[in-house]
């Protein structure tokens, strides 16, 4: 497609189920970037992958939280053993390099209950 | 810590009306300003900034950075009820070419 792709759009869980997170950014795109947006607070960096690697995790905020990105293209976000501070806006970007305009996708609302 | 402050929080005003919405940021080393608009869902992009003093401007919007006075204003006049938004303000600095640190943005609501 055109822009980053998300999915789930929404996702509504039980307090200690994981839950998985997929992000399809731009072709071509070789930056990708995971973000968290909660209410009332900014966009709070994740972590980033450049291909399939990802030389900074400093912004995952537990070790519930991982990521991988296969083939330089489609990313997950997996939380484990999710938490209700865990709430938020997951936002996903891609760019064509480093420090290049990032491009957002819609984002999965994740709720936990 | 990095840190971008964004002023006013929101702010109301009526179609046709001019606006003026505020970044301040002290970060460690510089590298570039960028500013978005979110509606419902994504943040969209609307520029970047790196030099001082050169004004970026797309239709009714425009921007300019002051890298002495650490500080960038994005203008939007004749405003109209679809400039409605968060507008956010980013910021590269540091070691790091990668990672965006925003201010938690303005809310603007331009009224008919």
């Known amino acids: 497609g055109a822009g980053v792709s998300q999915s789930p759009s929404n996702k509504v869980t039980e307090k200690g189920k994981d839950v998985e997170l997929r992000c399809d950014p731009i072709s071509g795109h070789t930056a990708l970037y995971w973000y968290r947006q909660s209410l009332g607070q900014g966009l709070e960096f994740l972590i980033y992958f450049q291909g399939n690697s990802a030389p900074d995790k400093s912004g995952l905020p537990s070790d519930r939280f991982s990521a991988e990105r296969t083939g330089g293209s489609v990313s997950t976000l997996t939380i484990q053993r999710t938490q209700q501070e865990d709430s938020a806006v997951y936002l996903c970007?891609?760019?064509?390099?480093?420090?290049?305009?990032?491009?957002f996708g819609d984002g999965t609302r994740l709720s936990i209950l | 810590e990095d840190k971008v402050v964004q002023s006013p929080l929101s702010l109301v005003v009526h179609e046709g009306d001019t606006v003026t919405l505020n970044c301040s940021y002290e970060?460690?080393?510089?590298?570039?300003l960028l500013w978005y608009k979110q509606e419902k869902k994504a943040p969209t992009f609307l520029f970047m900034l790196t030099s001082s003093g050169i004004e970026k401007k797309s239709g009714r919007l425009s921007s300019i950075l002051d890298k002495k006075e650490l500080f960038s204003i994005l203008n939007i006049t004749a405003t109209q009820t679809g400039d409605s938004a968060i507008y956010l303000c980013?910021?590269?600095?540091?070691?790091?070419?990668?990672?965006?640190?925003f201010g938690k943005g303005t809310l603007l609501t331009v009224n008919p």
């Open positions: 970060v460690t080393n510089f590298r570039s």
């Open positions: 970007a891609s760019s064509f390099g480093v420090e290049q305009p990032q491009h």
């Open positions: 980013a910021v590269y600095s540091g070691g790091s070419n990668y990672k965006l640190t």
